[in-house]
């Protein structure tokens, strides 16, 4: 059986690039995974409500662009920005202190065997891997070491250009014992851009450190964004992470967090707002593997028109893992009676000394709120918009990065406004 | 201002209101008592235009206009406010962005310009020293995590901001000690004016010792079933419903 994804275009490319041998060596092993692969089908569970048809159906290619545009911007955040055009790392600034971040390019032997060996550890049977690895623009390892607090935000502007442009990127993010940093990855793609992006982020935190993430999919019009973020763990570790996809044809991430030490505590959430004929899903796993850690787990969605969303939740709590307290919550509020959500949970608990809670919801507007705005002369048009935002902005508000929300609001505004500028006066 | 006759209205099919009449004249405080079940909030929500009460008989006449004929909004901007007996919490909508949002709409159908952000968030902070709401509260979500008693002053911060001509407070006291209960008292009586009325619907008698209504009525079994003056009201609190009801059997 081989695979039906013609991605033969892309791994010339990817041949022909200049890389070092240790990367040569591994896409092809990527290569001749993937080229051997079944294309996952809609019997295929994982994959059930996510049409790959379109994706598959485009002659993809890698492109050397030189107009990326701004990408985004953060206003009055300090942070560092750093750029990745096209999968290849444009950054020439200035590190804080005790912070490192080196490209595949520049890896030494040792460095490259301990990158493949991370990247490797944290990986599930994510179909799109083997391409990732097959066709890798380019690896980013970025380090906070051991004790550092570091003194700015660290933004990974992802940027693409190019017509049937395909980015495949590998992201490290290693957090070391006791530091903390934040670190937000943001993707979009210029006008007229016809792009497929394949992004993965692995994320170690070590003992007692802290690391606050934000992992923003802001690709508009003819994109598709497939790829996977999975963080692990270590005693006491803190992650607090945030997703966020709007916009484009198709957009797929898959979440996985697995629990090293004991004590640690994962805190994520995730707005998606489809409309159109988008599709966006979001496939998350929480592992508990070890005792004594905690999840919690928020993510809403707004669907409009025809938009689908998936949201599927896993934890697993290991027959081991007393005192786990794992909480998922998924709320879904659907504008329009042709949009299509599917969320479920999957929950697998092998311990007898855990709390697991979790709730699904999806609904219209409700009724008795919609009905406080109409009493105080508020359109009904502008109350669906209020409380729409309202019903995402609960989430935004609870960010502790400012400048995240502020650069976020305008966007779900504009999103809700459709053009109408008078529905979205009063929202922020 | 208001004239109601033999309004008829069913909840779920079943019908509450069986054929009540109410007639307000500017500047009027109308006190309606009855006890639990009667339809007073029925009546509330009935005026005020809210989805699922089928109005089946009757008519209501709101400033020389058919009010049954108006969506809830526009009952709003031409001037009826319906304190709710139950507000509703909506997180994520700021309350300061619920008032102004609100402001601008009545604002806007008398053909006014909308308040400036820095001229509305001042009118806001006085008026909710006014019910005695401490500011942040408008920074928070409407209503979100408010007591019961919060809950109350803030719909009066929005009938003192909307300045409407017909109040409709559903039950504005229940659940108050007697300190909130003067707070609240205080707010509706600076709202007195010649051309503003209300309908104070209430349980206790308690409250109207604080706003003495012009007429108490009794509303039970859907219909007004006896009205008088503010003395009506203490003898209801003496010997409670039951001798009205076998008065009108
Ligand atoms: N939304 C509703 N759905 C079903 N029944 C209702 C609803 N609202 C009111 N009712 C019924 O109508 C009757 C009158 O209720 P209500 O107007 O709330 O009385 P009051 O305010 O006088 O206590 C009660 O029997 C109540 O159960
Ligand atoms: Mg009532």
Redesign the pocket.
């Known amino acids: 059986m081989s695979n039906s994804f013609d991605t033969s275009d892309v791994f010339s490319a990817a041949n022909a690039a200049s890389q070092p041998a240790w990367l040569k060596s591994w896409q092809a092993a990527g290569q001749s995974a993937f080229t051997a692969a079944t294309l996952p089908t809609r019997k295929t569970e994982a994959w059930k409500y996510t049409p790959l048809k379109e994706v598959v159906a485009v002659p993809w290619q890698k492109h050397a662009e030189t107009d990326f545009g701004e990408g985004i911007q953060f206003a009055d955040w300090n942070e560092v920005s750093i750029r990745i055009e096209n999968g290849k790392l444009n950054f020439h600034g200035e590190l804080p202190a005790g912070v490192t971040l080196i490209s595949s390019d520049d890896f030494s032997e040792a460095q490259a065997q301990s990158f493949i060996e991370k990247i490797e550890a944290q990986r599930g049977s994510f179909f799109f891997d083997s391409l990732n690895q097959g066709a890798l623009d380019q690896g980013y390892w970025l380090k906070i070491d051991k004790n550092v607090q570091a003194a700015q935000p660290l933004h990974f502007n992802f940027l693409q250009a190019g017509s049937n442009s395909m980015v495949n990127t590998q992201l490290l993010i290693e957090v070391e014992p006791g530091a903390n940093a934040t670190v937000a990855e943001t993707f979009t793609q210029v006008a007229g851009c016809v792009g497929f992006t394949n992004a993965n982020t692995t994320i170690v935190v070590g003992e007692n450190a802290h690391l606050t993430h934000y992992h923003l999919l802001l690709e508009q019009g003819e994109s598709h964004h497939i790829g996977r973020v999975s963080a692990a763990l270590e005693r006491s570790a803190r992650l607090t992470t945030f997703h966020m996809a709007i916009g484009g044809v198709l957009k797929r991430k898959d979440i996985a967090v697995v629990y090293r030490g004991e004590g640690a505590e994962l805190s994520m959430n995730g707005v998606y707002l489809p409309t159109g004929n988008e599709v966006i899903d979001y496939h998350t796993s929480i592992d508990h593997a070890v005792p004594n850690c905690v999840s919690n787990q928020i993510f809403r969605g707004i669907l409009g028109e025809q938009g689908k969303a998936v949201f599927n939740g896993r934890i697993h709590i290991h027959p081991h893992a007393q005192k786990s307290l794992a909480d998922m919550n998924n709320r879904n509020l659907l504008l329009s009676p042709k949009a299509e959500i599917d969320t479920k949970p999957e929950l697998e608990i092998y311990a007898d000394d855990v709390r697991c809670a979790h709730g699904a919801t999806i609904a219209q507007l409700d009724d008795n709120m919609l009905f406080y705005f109409l009493s105080r002369g508020i359109s009904r048009a502008e109350a669906e918009v209020m409380l729409s935002f309202g019903f995402i902005n609960e989430l935004l508000d609870a960010l502790s990065d400012e400048p995240v929300r502020l650069l976020l609001q305008p966007m779900l505004s504009e999103l809700f406004a459709k053009g109408q500028a008078d529905l979205t006066r009063h929202i922020p | 201002m208001l004239s109601i006759k033999n309004l008829q209205a069913s909840?779920?099919e079943k019908q509450?209101l069986k054929g009540l009449d109410l007639t307000i004249n500017p500047g009027e405080v109308h006190a309606i008592m009855?006890p639990?079940?009667?339809?007073?909030?029925?009546l509330g929500n009935v005026l005020a235009g809210r989805d699922?009460y089928e109005v089946i008989g009757g008519s209501v006449d709101f400033h020389g206009e058919d009010l049954l004929e108006l969506d809830a909004e526009e009952r709003a901007r031409k001037g009826l406010f319906l304190a709710f007996q139950y507000p509703v919490e909506i997180p994520g909508v700021s309350n300061m962005e619920f008032l102004k949002a609100s402001v601008d709409a009545v604002r806007e159908s008398k053909g006014l310009a909308p308040y400036t952000s820095v001229e509305f968030i001042k009118l806001a902070r006085e008026k909710s020293k006014a019910v005695n709401l401490p500011a942040d509260f408008l920074k928070r979500g409407v209503n979100e995590g408010f007591s019961g008693g919060e809950k109350k002053r803030n719909e009066l911060l929005q009938m003192m901001l909307l300045e409407p001509s017909l109040c409709i407070l559903d039950e504005t006291d229940s659940g108050l000690d007697i300190d909130a209960l003067q707070v609240v008292a205080d707010g509706v009586n600076s709202q007195r004016s010649p051309d503003r009325s209300f309908i104070v619907v209430t349980h206790y008698q308690r409250l109207l010792d604080y706003i003495v209504p012009d007429y108490v009525h009794v509303l039970a079994g859907g219909k007004i079933v006896k009205s008088g003056g503010s003395e009506l009201a203490k003898e209801l609190e003496a010997h409670g419903y039951g001798w009205i009801e076998k008065e009108t059997v």
């Open positions: 909840v779920e509450i009855g639990n079940g009667a339809g007073k909030s029925t699922g």
